[in-house]
Nanobody, 119 residues
Framework: VQLQASGGGLVQPGGSLRLSCAAS????????MRWYRQAPGKQRELVAG???????VYQDSVKGRFTISRDNAKNAVHLHMNNLKPEDTAVYYCYADIMKDRVAESTYWGQGTLVTVSS
């Protein structure tokens, strides 16, 4: 099983980006999907998460600006980021709890995609 993230890049303050992450391989289902980020010199932190029943959670600093969504048919999770700020600059990682069979759940991480917010 692999997670492949995409969509990062350079954007000006106030701009928007959409990150995507898709799972590939053989598995039964995907439970929670999340986006984390890690800025230089800082610890990795949770940005947003979405459950299999579409319950969402957000870090306070991104509420009202970021929206997490998932497409179960494509085994994908997206992060729509609006009104980006320089402090959003970080490497963004997708995360998924994946059921390979009826009882075994494993955690997977994507490779990270860099988001740079700068004028």
């Amino acid at each position: 099983v692999q997670l492949q993230a995409s969509g990062g890049g350079l954007v000006q303050p106030g701009g928007s980006l959409r990150l995507s992450c898709a799972a590939s391989g053989t598995f039964r289902s995907i439970n929670a999907m999340r986006w984390y980020r890690q800025a230089p010199g800082k610890q990795r932190e949770l940005v947003a998460g979405i459950s299999s029943t579409y319950f969402t959670v957000y870090q306070d600093s991104v509420k009202g600006r970021f929206t997490i969504s998932r497409d179960n048919a494509k085994n994908a999770v997206h992060l729509h980021m609006n009104n980006l700020k320089p402090e959003d600059t970080a490497v963004y990682y997708c995360y998924a709890d994946i059921m390979k069979d009826r009882v075994a759940e494993s955690t997977y991480w994507g490779q990270g995609t860099l988001v740079t917010v700068s004028s």
